[in-house]
Nanobody, 115 residues
């Protein structure tokens, strides 16, 4: 199984980006998909996750600005990020987990928010 993340880039504060992460190498359904981020010098933190039934969980700091969604048929997860802040500059990693396996990770995509 491989995850391919895309959609990162440079954006001004207040701007938007949409991250995508697609899985290949399996037809199985992932029970949970989501995104972590890691800023320089900081620990990796969970940003958002979504279950196979569409139940979403978002970090308090991004609620109202970020939306997570998924397309089960495509084994793809999205993170729509609006009103981005400079402190949200980080490498964003997608992850997906099958029922009986360790999570799979994407390669990370850089998000840079300029002030």
């Amino acid at each position: 199984v491989q995850l391919q993340a895309s959609g990162g880039g440079l954006v001004q504060a207040g701007g938007s980006l949409r991250l995508s992460c697609a899985a290949s190498g399996t037809q199985s359904s992932f029970i949970i998909m989501g995104w972590y981020r890691q800023a320089p010098g900081k620990q990796r933190e969970l940003v958002a996750s979504i279950t196979s039934t569409g139940s979403a969980n978002l970090q308090d700091s991004v609620k109202g600005r970020f939306t997570i969604s998924r397309e089960n048929a495509k084994n793809t997860v999205y993170l729509q990020m609006n009103s981005l802040k400079p402190e949200e500059t980080a490498v964003y990693y997608c992850f997906m987990k099958l029922l009986s396996a360790s999570p799979y990770w994407g390669q990370g995509t850089q998000v840079t928010v300029s002030s």
